[in-house]
C-alpha cells in the first residue's frame, strides 16, 4: 500500500484547507485510515480516524468542531477538510492506514505542510 498526502500550504488563521490522501494499488474501504501531524520540536499526534466504510469518525479534541475526515467516492481516496484553522494547528500533516489499526499503523504516507500564520 503506497499513500500520497497533498493539500498543504500556507494559509492565515481562521482560513481553510483540504488534505488528501491517495492510495494506490489499494482500495481505502479495506483499511482504518487516520490523519497525524507533527509540529516542529513536538511529538506526532493524532487528529483524526475514519473507520473502514466511514461509518466511524474519531477526533483529537483539539481539531474537533473544526476538522473533517472523509472518504471520497473514489474508493482510494481520503480527506481532511480543516476550517477555522490556527497557529497551532502549522504542522506536517500524515495520512496512514492499517487493516485494524487495534495498535499502530501499518501504512504511512509521505506527509504535507500546513503553515498557517497569524
Known amino acids: 500500500v503506497q499513500l500520497q498526502a497533498s493539500g498543504g500550504g500556507l494559509v492565515q488563521a481562521g482560513g481553510s484547507l483540504r488534505l488528501s490522501c491517495a492510495a494506490s494499488k489499494t482500495r481505502l474501504n479495506t483499511y482504518v485510515v487516520a490523519w497525524f501531524r507533527q509540529a516542529p520540536g513536538k511529538e506526532r499526534e493524532f487528529v483524526a480516524q475514519?473507520?473502514?466504510?466511514?461509518?466511524?469518525?474519531l477526533y483529537a479534541a483539539s481539531v474537533k468542531g473544526r476538522f473533517t475526515i472523509s472518504k471520497g467516492n473514489a474508493e482510494n481516496m481520503v480527506f481532511l477538510q480543516m476550517n477555522s484553522l490556527k497557529p497551532e494547528d502549522t504542522a506536517v500533516y500524515y495520512c496512514?492506514?492499517?487493516?485494524?489499526?487495534?495498535?499502530?499503523?501499518?501504512?504511512w504516507g509521505q506527509g504535507t505542510l500546513v503553515t498557517v500564520s497569524s
Open positions: 496512514a492506514a492499517d487493516p485494524t489499526a487495534t495498535t499502530t499503523y501499518k501504512y
Open positions: 475514519i473507520s473502514k466504510f466511514g461509518t466511524n469518525l
